[in-house]
């Protein structure tokens, strides 16, 4: 059974950082994607940032890009998402995203596993 346990949301004021965490169980992680996602209230699921678990490949967002950083401990089976310099509007609830079939990596149809969330709020 695959598993992805997210941790590390929270509160923040404008400025400040986060590390998201997404532990992984179940499948091969060494072989596929996996991706951070980010869903406002009223706004359609965003790509934030992807990882090819196997190249070490990134892709990030580009409201993202320069801030965001993703990172995989493969012995671990997980994959970090440092968020710095964070933003009002980078307030969302954030989902770990495994497992990407054939498709753009921002693309949420194409990844079959979900974790549950975590919440992030930037205050200003």
């Known amino acids: 059974q695959v598993q992805l346990v997210e941790s590390g949301g929270g509160s923040v004021q404008a400025g400040g950082s986060l590390r998201l965490s997404c532990a992984a169980s179940?499948?091969?992680?060494?072989?596929?994607?996996m991706g951070w996602f980010r869903q406002a209230p009223g706004k359609e699921r965003e790509g934030v940032a992807a990882l090819d678990t196997g190249s070490g490949s990134t892709y990030y967002g580009d409201s993202v890009k320069d801030r965001f950083t993703i990172s995989q401990d493969s012995a671990k089976n997980t994959v970090y998402l440092q968020m710095n310099s964070l933003k009002p509007e980078d307030t969302a609830m954030y989902y770990c995203?495994?497992?990407?079939?054939?498709?753009?990596?921002?693309?949420?149809?194409?990844?079959?596993?979900w974790g549950q969330g975590t919440q992030v709020t930037v205050s200003s």
């Open positions: 179940g499948y091969t992680y060494s072989t596929n994607w």
């Open positions: 995203a495994a497992q990407k079939l054939a498709g753009a990596w921002y693309n949420s149809e194409w990844y079959i596993h």
